[in-house]
Each structure stands twice: as structure tokens, then as C-alpha cells.
């Protein structure tokens, strides 16, 4: 039934039958499916409704602009009527590249530095690239406004089982105070998730950045302390407890200075790790009150609030081991 599903969203691509798929798990937002024809391997996805048809253009646009920058970037395949997507009455569905590597598991200094080498290089050829992004994730990586969300939530739920996340609120959004970043640093479009599954590699050698949809106007500082947040805490999800790698650290700020020497705010790296530590303690925490938003796995925690609760710790944790920084 998912071949024949499948096959019938490649027609609408004029692309070639399937002869095997496999679901693919990574991702929180869409379903993705790897698709081999007799020649030639797709990913197809079944997109939330959050992705719209304003950011299936502008990832398009922005991976049409970074090819021609030498940078390898995933093909938007175009449907029969032009677009790099097909509207069906499930929703919107597009086929993109199956571009060369993998992403890891368990990312080395080695992969870091070359990693974070892809996205200085990304943000030096996008500082030049007068777009503007169509779509938006709604409030993605509005720091102010998640601020705001979480206070309100956090002063509104009295439940007895919340009052954990009630102290872990008020600890954090203490923190956030001091870590904003200023007003006036420049901004660009950024990849907005540079999350170490977001990279490909084929041994050591990076092959890729994947996933546009969180493309947005915003400081590179964004980008590269999410990264530094993903990156550098090695304990599983599942620990509340981290382990800052200051290797990985100190090779993403090393590999980023290579391709991106003209950035002025070089400075304020350590900063924007903290603020992007505190950020995603903020959407954790503030989904334990909503307990709405983040999946979780019943095999691994008894409910999505111990989930959240947890990964929260852990971000304080990471928090605490880099407030020195």
C-alpha cells in the first residue's frame, strides 16, 4: 500500500515508479520516506501542516542559490504544474535529492570542526543573497516571545505534579536575562536548526546540510550556538544529567572562523550557546504545563510531562556547565 502510495506522488513529479521504500524515523515534524527507483534514490515527504507553501518555495529558492555557490544543497523536485510540492487532500507532499551520507549518531571534534566549516560557509554566500523568506515557522527562535509564553503559563497552572517544572521555570527565566543577545547585531538568513542530524557525512568528509524549513531572517549567532547546543552534550536525551565536550566546543568555533572570517561578532558565541540552551529549556518547560506539543515515547517515560521535564533538566545542566564560558 506505501509503494503504491508513494508511487502515485512520484507520477505527480513525472519521476519513475518505486521498486522499494523504507520509512525513515529521524525528524519530529514530517513524514520521510527513502525511495529507490531502478536509478535513482528520493526523499519523499508528507509535510505537516505547519510547512506551508510559502516554505517549500523559499527552501527551494535558498537550495536553487547555495548550488550555485558550490555548496551541496538538496534538489527541490518540481511537480507537473511547477511547484516543489503537490497538494493532495491529506495535505501537501514534496520529493527532494537524496543527497550522498548519513547523518550520526555520535559526532567527533573532527566532524564538528567540518561541520560548523559548512555552515560559516553557508552564512558567508547567504550574506549576499538579498531574499526574503515567504514562510515561517510561527515564533521560531523568538526568544522574547517564548519568554513571555512560559511566564504566562507558569503563573496560570497550579497543579501539584507541576510545581517541579513551576521552580525550573523561575530558575530559567532568571537566566534568560542575562543571556539576550543585543539589539542591533546584524542578521541574515540562517538554516535556524543545525542540529548534528541535520549534517551528512560519508566518513569524515561532510556531504551536506539538509532540511530548509527553518530558514529565517536572524543573527548567524543563532545558528551557531543551536548547533553548540546539540553538538556538545554527549549524556542521552533520557539522562537529565549532561556532559559538556569542550572539544566539540572549541572545534565548531575553530572550523566556523575558517569559512566565516569576517564575522564581527565572534565574541558573542559564548552567549548565544548559553541563550540557546536556556531557549529549548524554555520550550521544554513550557510544554510541560501545555503538555501538548513534544511526542514521547511510553517505553521510555511514563507521560509527556516526565519527558519534558527531564530533557529540561538536562539543558540546565549543560546550562550550568557552560555559565562560564
Known sequence: MELLELGNILRHFRLPSPIS???????????????ETANRSYIVQK??????????????????????????????????????????????????EKLLGKSLDAPS???????????????TSLRSFSYSCKGKLPDFHNVQKIREELIEVSTKKYQENLEEAKKLSE????????ETLPKDVPKQLIH???????????????????DFDTFTSHSPLIDVGDMM?????????????????????????????????????????PRAFRLLVLEQTMRYLKDCFEDKYYPWDPQKFPSRLVRNSTYAKRHIDLYRQIEGL
Open 192 to 210: 535556524g536548526d543545525p542540529k548534528f542530524s541535520n549534517f551528512l557525512f560519508e566518513g569524515e568528509r561532510e556531504t551536506g546540510l539538509i
Open 21 to 35: 521504500t523504507e520509512r525513515i524515523s529521524a525528524g519530529l515534524i514530517n513524514q520521510t520516506h527513502l525511495v
Open 109 to 123: 571534534s573532527s566532524h564538528a570542526y567540518k561541520a560548523a566549516a559548512l555552515l560559516g560557509k553557508i552564512h
Open 171 to 178: 530558575l530559567t527565566l532568571k537566566w534568560i536575562e542575562k
Open 47 to 96: 509535510l505537516n501542516p505547519i510547512i506551508t507553501p510559502e516554505i517549500c518555495g523559499d527552501g527551494h529558492t535558498i537550495s536553487d542559490y547555495l548550488k550555485t555557490q558550490g555548496i551541496s544543497a538538496p534538489q527541490y523536485f518540481l511537480s507537473e504544474i511547477g511547484l516543489p510540492y503537490f497538494e493532495t487532500e491529506e495535505g501537501l507532499w514534496r520529493v527532494l
Open 229 to 269: 547546543r546539540s553538538w556538545c552534550n554527549s549524556t542521552p536525551k533520557e539522562n537529565p544529567q549532561a556532559k559538556f565536550e569542550k572539544e566539540i566546543y572549541q572545534a565548531i568555533t575553530e572550523g566556523y572562523k575558517t569559512t566565516n572570517p569576517q564575522f564581527s561578532e565572534m565574541t558573542l558565541i
